[in-house]
Nanobody, 125 residues
């Protein structure tokens, strides 16, 4: 069992940066694969970035490659998403998700057992 709470969303100008955090409670945090998803108005929830339980593996969808960085600090039971050079297309509610450990990164929503409440990211032009 794990509980996830996202924070760090807000309003930012295009080209700016935001850092999202996902704080987890429950044990052990290090045993969970983690991912960030986002859902824009009128669109389905989509995978953004994932990280293995150890942090050794990461994966990003093409639209965010080179701009977003996913990381985790298992000692702090926290996952992060550093978002740089934000674009209006990045506007969405961003969700933290946790799933069982896996060798690769899973992009399917059904893989993830636990979800945060979401944090709004709005990028203005």
């Amino acid at each position: 069992q794990v509980q996830l709470v996202e924070s760090g969303g807000g309003l930012v100008q295009a080209g700016g940066s935001l850092s999202l955090s996902c704080a987890a409670s429950g044990r052990p945090f290090s045993n969970y694969a983690m991912a960030w998803f986002r859902q824009a108005p009128g669109k389905e929830r989509e995978f953004v970035a994932g990280i293995s339980w150890s942090g050794a593996s990461t994966y990003y969808v093409d639209p965010v490659k080179g701009r977003f960085t996913i990381s985790r600090d298992n000692g702090k039971s926290t996952m992060y998403l550093q978002m740089n050079n934000l674009k209006p297309e990045d506007t969405a509610v961003y969700y933290c998700a946790a799933g069982p450990p896996n060798r690769g990164i899973v992009v399917l929503t059904t893989f993830y057992d636990y979800w945060g409440q979401g944090t709004q990211v709005t990028v203005s032009s």
